[in-house]
């Protein structure tokens, strides 16, 4: 069964820091990779997918890294703003059958202060 | 709407009794998925519908659970019998396509079970 873990939990840090978010998984055999936004009372935002076959995909100030083999990918956030205080959420996609669920993360909450 | 929508947005339910959650996909979209979100923790894959057809309901955790989409647009969970360990937050997703990449995320029920 695919697990998926996400490091740290939790983290605080002042408005214009660059930081990384970590996400393991177990099973290599993933169709993609995602990360998502998560703000309180509020769905899910897409914010990165990365095929299989993709080592990294950029957007503005976020950049996501994938290591297949490794059964790892890394959210890199670029001169933090405390408008990207959220939780964010690791979720991949196997390659099984013909849904296309995913299997999440427990998900780090971020903190950008002032 | 231009986006998925869930109601209630929240509900409580005494032990023992029935709740049905709603879940309007975007109009026209063929995949709809449930996840339940457990407090701190990811969402958790619960049942698939590719338009009226259920072709997975693997995450359902027990025989209380029920996913209908009848007419391949809005879909129900219901929940029978309550118990306390059902207290979440139901999310629904919707794709443009079977087997899609992008899932598009409603704003969830939170569902209080006393």
């Known amino acids: 069964k695919q697990e998926v873990t996400q490091i740290p939990a939790a983290l605080s840090v002042p408005e214009g820091e660059n930081l990384v978010l970590n996400c393991s998984f177990t099973d290599s055999a993933i169709y993609n990779l995602q990360w998502f936004r998560q703000d309180p009372g509020k769905g899910l935002t897409s914010l990165l997918l990365?095929?299989?076959?993709?080592r990294e995909q950029t957007s503005g100030r976020l950049n996501a890294s994938l290591d297949k083999s490794s059964g790892r990918s890394t959210l890199y956030i670029a001169a933090s703003q405390p408008g990207d205080s959220a939780t964010y959420l690791c979720a991949v996609r196997e390659n099984t059958g013909t849904a296309s669920k995913l299997t999440f993360g427990t998900g780090t909450r971020l903190q950008v202060t002032l | 709407g231009a986006g998925v929508s869930q109601s209630p947005r929240y509900k409580v339910a005494k032990r023992g009794q029935d709740v049905a959650l709603r879940c309007d996909p975007i109009s026209g979209h063929v995949s709809l998925f449930w996840y339940q979100q457990a407090l701190g923790q990811g969402p958790e894959f619960l049942t698939y519908f590719q338009n009226e057809a259920q072709l997975d309901k693997s995450g359902l955790p027990s025989d209380r659970f029920f996913a209908e989409r009848p007419e391949g647009s809005v879909s129900t969970l219901k929940i029978q019998r309550t118990q306390q360990e059902d207290s979440a937050v139901y999310l629904c997703?919707?794709?443009?396509?079977?087997?899609?990449?992008?899932?598009?995320f409603g704003p969830g029920t939170r569902l209080t079970v006393l």
């Open positions: 997703a919707s794709g443009i396509i079977a087997g899609g990449d992008t899932q598009y």
């Open positions: 990365i095929q299989s076959s993709q």
